[in-house]
C-alpha cells in the first residue's frame, strides 16, 4: 500500500486546523499537493490574520490500515476464525479429557495395583 501525501495548515496558537470557509476544527481540510494549498493560501492573502495567528504547513503520510473488502469477504473471514478457535478448543477439550482418563488409571492402578 503506497502512502498518500496530504498538506494541511495549522493554527499554534489554538492548535486547530483550516477548513472550508476559513473556518478552524480538530479535522481541517487536507490538499492533496502542495501547488493546490499554495494557490489557496495566494487567495486567502489576509484572511488568516485574524488575531495574529502563526501558521505552519503540515505534509502527513496517510497510510490505509487495510485493503477496501466486500462484506462477504469480512464475513467469511470471520466464519474462518471461528472455526479455527472451535478446532482448538476441540484440541484442547480433548487432550484434556486425555489427561482426566490417564489420571483416573493411575488411582485405578493404585488402589488396585497392575492387572498380572
Request: with cysteine.
Amino acid at each position: 500500500m503506497k502512502a498518500k501525501r496530504v498538506f494541511k495548515i495549522r493554527n499554534t496558537r489554538t492548535g486547530e486546523y483550516s477548513g472550508p470557509g476559513h473556518r478552524w476544527s480538530k479535522q481541517g481540510k487536507a490538499w492533496s499537493n502542495i501547488g493546490h494549498l499554495k494557490n489557496h493560501l495566494h487567495y486567502a492573502n489576509g484572511k488568516y490574520d485574524e488575531g495574529n495567528c502563526v501558521l505552519e504547513v503540515y505534509e502527513l503520510a496517510m497510510v490505509p490500515v487495510a485493503e477496501p473488502q466486500t462484506l462477504d469477504s469480512v464475513l467469511a473471514e470471520l466464519e474462518q476464525a471461528k472455526q479455527e478457535q472451535e478446532r482448538l478448543y476441540q484440541e484442547r477439550r480433548a487432550e484434556y479429557q486425555r489427561q482426566q482418563e490417564l489420571r483416573q488409571l493411575a488411582d485405578l492402578k493404585r488402589k488396585y495395583g497392575e492387572a498380572s
